[in-house]
């Protein structure tokens, strides 16, 4: 078998075609993929967000993902500040000028979403989703038992 055959390889191979094209789509914003992703993930999670959730999300370190807030907040896309009931904890906030351009990646998400799915009956849709669904509870599962 061919390791370009793989379903691994394929997988990998869509996830990085898929970044390019939303990285396309969002570039006349002027974001680094890491910002616009972190201004995903805080649309994702309920507001304010614990910079940990971000974080957990994210798979980045902490200090590259301070480093991308500070660059968002510079901006005037979020605000951080303390947890009332724990000062180690940073919570972040979307600002109403991030709220409106999280509304606009909302579009290229939905726009590369057709893309991918152009050419795919509603039911081929919903079976390819179950069967990504599927395929990372066999990851999940793999994964909890390999750290135990």
């Known amino acids: 078998m061919n390791f370009s055959d793989t379903a691994g390889f394929k997988l990998a191979k869509l996830t990085?075609?898929?970044?390019?094209?939303?990285?396309a789509y969002l570039s006349k914003f002027g974001l680094s993929r890491t910002q616009w992703q972190a201004m995903f993930w805080l649309d994702?999670?309920?507001n304010p967000v614990p910079q940990q959730d971000i974080l957990k999300n994210m798979?980045?370190?902490a200090g590259h993902l301070a480093r991308v807030l500070d660059q968002l907040e510079k901006i005037g896309y979020v605000v951080r500040h303390r947890a009332e009931n724990n000062r180690r904890a940073v919570?972040?906030?979307l600002t109403t000028e991030?709220?409106?351009l999280n509304s606009l990646i909302k579009i290229a998400v939905k726009?590369?979403?057709?893309v991918l799915f152009k050419d795919f009956s509603p039911g081929e849709k919903t079976q390819f989703i179950e069967q990504l669904d599927k395929i990372t509870h066999n990851i999940t599962l793999a994964l909890e038992k390999e750290i135990k």
């Open 111 to 114: 726009k590369e979403t057709e």
């Open 98 to 100: 991030g709220k409106k």
């Open 44 to 46: 994702i999670l309920d």
């Open 91 to 93: 919570l972040v906030t």
């Open 59 to 61: 798979e980045l370190d």
């Open 16 to 23: 990085r075609l898929k970044r390019q094209l939303l990285d």
